[in-house]
């Protein structure tokens, strides 16, 4: 059977498609029927062995008849690997605020629809009495399983287990999910919670790390990957997660640091506990590392499964469509006197955007960290869309260096998974000052202009306010291919706000109110900007919705192709 | 009336319905009214740009101002509003009691004179006995208003209050008089022309109220027999008559429960709360005004007007934590206004804000019916589907009152909120039945929730077929209790089942009007087997974390909504590490820091005053809930606080 040289998701495929239940379980050896054929894997893409039940009806291979004996092993080994690091262990995890590798799963998962991988999977590590030291799965458990319905891959390191540790066949399990994940496509949700490298497996263990990072480099823009740090995640732990699309961390028990405390310590002299050196306050708010935090496991994996909700299996599928009772031609007035008047009072975007989407739903990434911008998903017309946002309550909404690094890297998701995106502008400029320029806002504000000079996904862009100097070339405009580029009638297009700008055109003039009010009724509108085509239309704010709809469903076969390169050179 | 209208507006009102519905729309300053709503050289000057005839002044601001009506008279423009002449005399608090009392008109034993200072304020607090009213001369709406019952509350209440005061009202002269107990607020609208016709209306009670500030009004009051009525009309009717007055008016009265009454003040005027006379009497009284302004005699008699007909309530719907009384400020993220037949005045649109700058009162929920009880239901079922949401506000309150039984029953008095909850309102508490309507009704949600998320119209890769559900496992946390609960569709409805104390309970919910993830939610609920069906509105104000936002008679609730796995694996997760919040004072809302009472390394009691922060006008004062050392003061005089700043910190205990 052909079955035997292709990977074990291909020949659950072949396998259905012959007829046999859909929910015939790869590794699961259950009492066999005639119609039942299950596969053993024992390592990714190896040895395949077919057992069956009934040899008459597979002529090539020899056949196994499972005895009692066997059955009781088998059995035993899977109750073996089901209990993890034992009881014992199971309740220090529970003491500690978190959930074991299984009942996470459970959480994340549709009911009933995880079906496991490599359950059979130990190490083969001799050293220091590892050899006496073995627990069925190596501590990571593995498969893939179903979220509404849809395919996602997930890994779930089990702390119980050997601490959860890194050995050479724990990363194999691991590499086995993306590569299969890469596959067929579908998303891969790790849950982290190790101890580091198994250092008793030596240099076997680094290979792993590195394994996964190359598979999720490979996977990256072709599936989306999510981590959720539940527990400790140290030195080369970091970078498989560093390197996915989001990261969820549960507040109290979830740290990520590169060296720990105990090395900060020895090397710097600096005494740091792990909260402050690397726990979900620190990274959602200061270093940006991670996406959202949570209060518990149950919470953390309840908004994994809204996220993936938003999320395409792969770059080759199309965004998911739900159902909305929210009429996608729904006017909303309460735009209409959102902005105010008086230029330099602030307003919450997030009002804005609420407004405009379906439901009023978004799931907004990195709420806390530079939240001078606003980057979320949300829905229009059941369809999944990108938005960013300049923020107007936080700094005025002024890009800095960390709302223009949070902002690229968002549009370049989008684009990498065929996500629209709808910008909204409100920003004065970019961040003046010593502290942004000697950290680099030139390199780091060119990646948000680099990523939607880039991106060939529907770009609909509203500017409700201000649109000043480079900053309003770099917000989606419609020199960077944006598809749609409109102002409500509160928008100001300028080089700068008229104070400025007046400095410095009417240097001379003595009756600087005047010239302001010249400069205001000039330039403070959006017919300049109109005129010249740069914007399609003046809209009505309350009309937003409906609009940007209308275009959504214009754009939705939009081809544009970038010239053909190995990949460009985005200014990192 | 086929009248073109101008509005003014301030800075803060740019998109203010008013300007919007007006014909035309005049700027008249900043946002703050002393110099934009109170600033009279503008407001002229708007007149005279627009060539308007004549100035509603509203109820605030201007409206009691006589040289408002100077300024107008000079420029040949009507007010719409009483003479000059009696504005001026019954707008001095301590004339017009003399006014009265040369009028025949009962008024309250107190000082008739300006109180010099905090010592003399106790001193006649003395010679007339507690508890007595500390009150600004110049004041009304309960603002530099303040009861006290000993002599150092004299002193605190003289001090707030006269500074009060002079920020509201420019003048900080004080009066101090006997404290009426148990009194109703009872208030006669009086209507005259200018040919020396007056008549008054049906009465309204206005006994409802929380720091003098009127809360709930009703017209008739539930107390007044016919002879009382009748006796305060003709003496309000005799006062009105005696300082020549014409247009809209109010005379406020006390009543106490053997029908005494005691005249207050009168208020020139037309009132907040004057659409529950319109209701009762039939009148337009806005229009009955600019017909008097216009030199046209009344078109009824008294006898046409003396009887109510029917009843209404009106709630004012405010800006206001209702917990603790202070004022709110924010954005109306949502604001949809009941359905009719509820009347509802309002000047703020979804989208708009309640701003720091002017009263927090965001709508006058009007209801009326042939009876009190319909009247009474009816303002029951539009406070339900009334949807605020980014500005905290006081239906809770309001609906918690109307579903007392002693408000049902119409015994009122102005101490009610006080005497009903003694330690301040807590929230609504359900009763078994209510709680079981909440629990049913949350996880009928939950179950067409998840329906809808498991059905992809595109791009859900699904694998195999989505099987249809019809029965969910879910568990509905309301109020600390968690309920495993087994919900079931059928053709037309939705049961909903659960243990409690060993017995299983059931509700059916019927008729179930929702529009996915929208506010409003009607249902018909039977809650026991075999009981009434009873219409009910819930407000569903969106999923967060682990469970639902929801209202249900009034008072909204944190439901959790969990499967039973997710509740079974809830139970090991720790109480967060946050902050000490008794190692901390917060400011209880935004505003500004007016007084600064303590400085680090001092020692504080329970009681006493740490700081004052000024809102919407109202000075606050913020006093230690507990003995410590203060460690540090995080603001100075001056300072703008947001909600929840810290103002104080203490020392480690």
């Known amino acids: 059977m052909s079955a035997c040289r292709i990977p074990a998701a291909a020949a659950a495929a072949a396998v259905s498609a012959k007829g046999a239940r859909p929910q015939c379980c790869l590794f699961r050896l259950q009492r066999p029927t005639p119609s039942r054929i299950t596969a053993v894997t024992t390592a990714r893409r190896h040895a395949t062995t077919t057992v069956s039940a009934n040899s008459s009806q597979h002529q090539q291979q020899p056949p196994i008849t499972p005895n009692t004996n066997m059955v009781q092993r088998i059995d035993a080994k899977r109750r073996a690997a089901k209990a993890g690091g034992g009881d014992k262990r199971i309740q220090m995890q529970h003491a500690k605020g978190k959930l074991t590798a299984r009942e996470r799963l459970d959480l994340l998962l549709d009911a009933n629809s995880f079906r496991e991988y490599d359950v059979f999977a130990e190490h083969v590590c001799t050293d220091f009495g590892m050899e006496k030291e073995q627990i069925t799965g190596d501590g990571v458990v593995t498969g893939r399983g179903t979220i509404n319905g849809r395919l996602v891959y997930v890994y779930s390191q089990d702390f119980t287990a050997h601490g959860g540790s890194l050995g050479a066949r724990h990363a194999q399990k691991i590499c086995k999910v993306l590569d299969q994940a890469i596959l067929v496509g579908a998303p891969v949700i790790g849950l982290n919670d190790s101890g580091g490298a198994r250092i008793q497996e030596g240099v076997a263990s680094l290979a792993g790390y590195a394994e996964i990072f190359q598979r999720n480099v490979m996977a990256s823009g072709v599936v989306p990957q999510i981590s959720l740090i539940m527990g400790p995640s140290a030195g080369g732990a970091v970078y498989s997660p560093a390197l996915t699309d989001a990261i969820f961390m549960v507040r109290d028990t979830s740290y990520l640091f590169v060296t720990g405390p105990e090395v900060v310590k020895a090397m710097t002299n600096e005494d740091v506990s792990q909260e402050e050196l690397g726990g979900a306050a620190v990274h959602t708010m200061k270093s940006g590392v991670a996406h959202r935090a949570f209060d518990s496991d149950v919470a953390a994996l309840a908004a994994a499964r809204d996220f993936i909700d938003f999320l395409p299996l792969s770059n080759r599928h199309d965004v998911p469509v739900r159902t909305t009772q929210d009429p996608p031609t729904r006017a909303d007035p309460a735009l209409d006197v959102l902005v105010p008047t008086d230029s330099t009072r602030a307003y919450d975007i997030k009002h804005v955007i609420t407004r405009i989407v379906d439901d009023r739903e978004m799931f907004e990434i990195s709420p806390d960290f530079a939240p001078n911008i606003v980057v979320a998903l949300a829905r229009m017309d059941g369809h999944t869309i990108g938005v960013v946002a300049n923020q107007p309550l936080v700094s005025s909404g002024v890009l800095d260096i960390n709302s223009s690094v949070k902002a690229a890297r968002f549009v370049r998701f989008c684009d990498a998974f065929g996500i629209p995106i709808v910008t909204l502008v409100d920003v004065p400029g970019f961040m003046p000052g010593t502290a942004q320029e000697h950290e680099g806002i030139i390199r780091h504000g060119a990646k948000l202009l680099y990523a939607y000079a880039e991106a060939t996904v529907p770009k609909i862009t509203v500017i409700t306010r201000k649109a000043y100097g480079g900053a309003y070339d770099v917000m989606s405009s419609k020199h960077l291919r944006g598809d749609c580029n409109y102002a409500w009638p509160t928008g100001e297009i300028a080089v700068m706000g008229a104070k400025g700008a007046v400095e410095i055109i009417f240097r001379k003039s003595l009756n600087k109110a005047q010239a302001e009010q010249e400069y205001i009724s000039k330039f403070a509108n959006p017919f300049p900007a109109a005129e010249r085509g740069f914007l399609d239309d003046i809209i009505t704010p309350s009309s937003t919705r409906a609009r940007i709809i209308e275009d959504l469903r214009v754009l939705q076969f939009k081809q544009q192709v970038n010239p053909k390169k190995k990949h460009g050179n985005i200014p990192l | ?653």
């Open chain 2, 1 to 653: 009336m086929g009248i073109k209208t101008v509005a003014i507006y301030s800075d803060a009102d740019v998109s203010a319905l008013h300007v919007r519905m007006a014909d035309e729309a005049v700027h008249v300053g900043p946002p703050a009214s002393t110099k934009s709503y109170l600033n009279i050289p503008a407001i002229v000057s708007a007149i005279e740009r627009t060539g308007a005839q004549a100035v509603h002044p509203g109820y605030g601001f201007l409206s009691e101002n006589s040289e408002f009506v100077r300024s107008l008279n000079a420029i040949g423009c009507a007010f719409v509003g009483p003479g000059e002449a009696a504005i001026a005399a019954m707008g001095d608090k301590i004339r017009s009691k003399v006014i009265a009392e040369d009028a025949g008109v009962r008024v309250i034993p107190g000082w008739k004179g300006v109180v010099r200072d905090a010592s003399h304020a106790v001193e006649i607090a003395n010679s007339i006995g507690y508890p007595v009213m500390l009150k600004a001369s110049a004041g009304g709406g309960g603002k530099g208003m303040r009861i006290a019952w000993n002599d150092r509350e004299t002193r605190d209440a003289f001090r707030v209050s006269s500074s009060e005061a002079l920020s509201s009202f420019g003048d900080d002269r004080m009066l101090v008089e006997k404290f009426v107990e148990s009194p109703r607020h009872i208030e006669i609208q009086l209507l005259g022309d200018k040919h020396g016709n007056v008549v008054y209306l049906p009465e309204r009670e206005c006994s409802i109220q929380r720091r003098n500030q009127k809360v709930i009004e009703e017209a008739p009051s539930p107390h007044l027999l016919p002879a009382t009525r009748a006796a305060m009309g003709a003496q309000a009717v005799a006062l009105a008559r005696s300082v020549g007055y014409y247009s809209a008016g109010t005379c406020e009265f006390l009543v106490d429960p053997r029908q005494n009454f005691y005249f207050l003040e009168m208020n020139t005027r037309l009132q907040v709360e004057h659409p529950v006379t319109e209701t009762v009497s039939g009148l337009d009284l806005v229009e009955q005004m600019i017909r008097v302004a216009a030199g046209q005699r009344l078109a009824f008699s008294q006898s046409d007007v003396s009887q109510p007909r029917g009843w209404a309530f009106e709630s004012r719907v405010y800006g206001e934590d209702p917990y603790n009384g202070l004022p709110c400020i924010g954005t109306l993220d949502r604001y949809v206004e009941p359905p009719a037949p509820a009347r509802c005045d309002s000047g703020i649109v979804e989208g708009g804000e309640i701003s720091v700058h002017y009263d927090p009162l965001i709508c006058k929920l009007v209801t009326s019916g042939e009876t009190r009880e319909e009247a009474l239901e009816g303002m029951v079922t539009a406070l339900d589907a009334f949807v605020i949401k980014g500005v905290t506000h006081n239906i809770p309150l309001l609906r918690e009152v109307f579903a007392r039984p002693r408000f049902v029953s119409g015994s009122l008095s102005t101490a009610f909120l006080s005497e009903e909850f003694p330690s301040g309102f807590t929230g609504h508490i359900l009763t078994p039945e209510e709680r079981m309507d909440l629990i049913a009704t949350a996880a009928v949600l939950y179950a067409l929730r998840d329906t809808r998320k498991r059905v992809w119209v595109r791009g859900g890769g699904t694998l195999g077929e989505i099987t249809p559900v019809s029965q969910w496992d879910v568990v509905i946390g309301v109020a600390g209790v968690d309920n495993e609960v087994r919900v079931e569709k059928r053709a037309a409805s939705w049961s909903a089942s659960w243990s409690v104390d060993g017995q299983t309970v059931g509700v059916e919910v019927e008729e179930l009007e929702w529009v996915a993830e929208t506010p409003v939610v009607r249902a018909t609920i039977r809650a026991a087997a075999n009981g009434p069906l009873r219409r009910v509105t819930f407000q569903y104000l969106g999923a967060e974390g682990l469970g639902y936002t929801m209202i249900y008679h009034g008072t909204k609730y944190a439901v959790l909504v969990l499967t039973p796995l997710q509740h079974r694996l809830l139970q090991y997760t720790l109480p967060k590490r946050g902050v000490d919040p008794t190692r901390v004072v917060l400011s209880p809302m935004p505003g500004v820091v007016v007084g600064v009472s303590v400085r680090a390394g001092d020692t504080v009691r329970v009681g006493d005053e740490l700081a004052v922060v000024e809102a919407m006008k109202m000075q606050n004062v913020i006093r230690a809930e507990r003995d410590g050392v203060v460690r540090s003061v995080r603001v100075a005089v001056g300072s703008i606080v947001a909600g929840d700043d810290v103002l104080v910190e203490y020392e480690h205990s």
